[in-house]
């Protein structure tokens, strides 16, 4: 019904990676490191990193800054050496504020020990489950989740099946392209590190048609190596998501509320692995990334650039701004979060940093002409239209029940609307309206049930020294 290797919905935007913006032949250039750098200590899902360094202090390069604040969690480390300016609030893309630390380049680019293993196969699955956790590795992707947590499954979780996302279906983004094509040898054998760490025996990775030369690069890696299998894939975006790429590749459905694992699969993206084989083959944590500079500036290309770095230092590395630039993005134009701050810095998940011109600005908004392109373009096969139409009258809990919750805010459903209705960023507040009032009504169950079990001790007390008098 969807082609050998399609889901439901999705759309095609205009992918712009073939263009005189970028493409993926532009090799990947190392950006100097800055000299300084403003490292956050969450830039991942999951519990804040706890900062083990204070002004002051002098830190090497690939040091632990900050030690993970719980399972759902990820380390951090220096990606300069040096010495710590301060440690204070951080602004970042998704506009919420956290806590960072400054740290002023020595320029020495002084190393910690590492402790690279030449032979992973040596290693116990926990021994390399507790590497990757080490090395502070979260999904390169974008979505940024502990990679430890994938690699760890819970009791009475059977992974049958690890699949790699190469798809990068993001317009403009091509970071991933090139990482395909310069380290292929490094991710194949980055895959093989997570297969042992899960025990599985079949892996698949997954590349969009529009990349030959990666799926081809690929392959010629993966020869001999049993168990691992490079797919082609028709061009269709989002094809990149985990639970559209699990449909994809085995027919599987990820059920509502449910997680990737639930269906047998760990899905990885080809950053991730290969950040994992750096981990375990060289001992380096994770603190620079790869990253797509495109749309109005000089240079564009993908730069291989630390973390914490200000994107405008990155900005300035590729020659600076053409004119007409109106909107900054951190990350792809679907998906990407528009920044009015250039001294945000890199982070793990900043697959790319894009300046966009007219075709960026916010169009004029009109009514629903309920024509049902939101909901044929919806990968989730949701009710676009009819959600937003609640929302925006506050009937939050018919949203919810419409699956609202469900969403992955890919931008599909906007990026079709011919009344130009801002259908994905409605679903975001909508989304945070119904989880604020889950947090309430949560904390309120709780208080409840606080002061129950304060009355009934109290009670007893009571009934306790009656009885003794």
């Known amino acids: 019904m969807f082609g050998t290797h399609l889901f439901p919905g999705g759309v095609h935007p205009r992918e712009g990676k073939n263009g005189k913006a970028v493409n993926g032949g532009n090799a990947i250039i190392d950006v100097p490191a800055p000299a300084r750098v403003v490292i956050p200590l969450s830039q991942h899902i999951g519990a804040p990193a706890k900062a083990v360094v204070k002004k002051g202090d002098h830190v090497l ?37 956290v806590q960072a630390v400054v740290i002023e380049n020595d320029y020495k680019d002084e190393w910690v020990e590492l402790t690279p293993c030449d032979h992973p196969e ?9 590497a990757i956790r080490a090395a502070g590795i979260v999904g390169m992707g974008g979505a940024t989740f502990p990679t430890q947590v994938k690699v760890t499954p819970g009791p009475g979780k059977t992974i049958e099946k690890l699949i790699i996302n190469g798809a990068e ?10 990482l ?16 042992s760490a899960l ?51 085995t027919r599987r459905q990820v059920p509502n509320g449910g997680l990737p694992i639930d269906t047998g699969c760990v899905v990885l993206n080809v950053g991730t692995v290969f950040a994992i084989d750096e981990a ?43 004119a007409g630039v109106i909107k900054i993005l951190n990350g792809g134009p679907m998906m990407g979060m528009a920044i009015n701050d250039l001294e945000i810095p890199v ?23 309920r024509c049902g392109r939101c909901q044929r373009g919806c990968p989730m096969k949701l009710s676009p239209y009819l959600m937003d139409l609640y929302i925006r009258n506050n009937r939050y809990e018919d949203a919810e029940k419409l699956g609202v919750m469900n969403c992955i805010e890919c931008g599909a459903c906007t990026f079709v609307c011919p009344a130009k209705r801002m259908l994905t960023q409605s679903f ?42």
């Open 169 to 178: 279906c993001e317009p403009y983004l091509t970071a991933d392209h090139r």
């Open 122 to 130: 040596t290693l116990s699955a926990k021994e390399l489950q507790d």
């Open 61 to 97: 390069v690939g040091q632990v800054i900050g030690e993970a604040g719980g399972f759902v969690s990820a380390p951090v480390h220096a990606s300069v050496s040096g010495t710590v300016d301060e440690i204070r609030p951080c602004l970042l893309a998704s506009g919420v504020t």
């Open 347 to 369: 982070t793990k998940g900043s697959s790319g940093i894009l300046a966009l011109g007219k075709e960026a600005a916010e169009p004029e908004e009109s009514p629903c002409i």
């Open 428 to 469: 975001r507040q909508g989304k945070r309206v119904i989880q604020t009032r889950r947090k309430a009504a949560a904390d309120l169950e709780k208080q409840r049930q606080e002061e129950m079990a304060k009355e009934k001790a109290a009670k007893e007390a009571k009934a306790n020294a009656e009885k003794e008098g």
């Open 180 to 195: 395909m094509l310069e380290e292929s040898g490094a991710i194949i054998d980055g895959v093989h590190i997570v297969m």
């Open 280 to 322: 375990i083959r060289k001992g380096k944590p994770l603190v620079e990334r790869v990253t797509t500079v495109g749309g109005l500036v000089n240079n564009p290309g993908n730069y291989r650039v630390r973390i914490g770095t200000p994107i405008s230092l990155l900005l300035d590395t590729c020659g600076g701004l053409q």
């Open 199 to 249: 025990g599985v025996k079949d892996a698949v990775i997954g590349v969009e048609n529009n990349k030959p030369d990666a799926i081809a690069a690929l392959q010629k890696a993966a020869e001999g190596m049993g168990g691992i299998t490079v797919k082609g894939l028709p061009v269709s975006y989002p094809q990149g998501g985990e639970k559209q790429l699990i449909y994809a590749i």
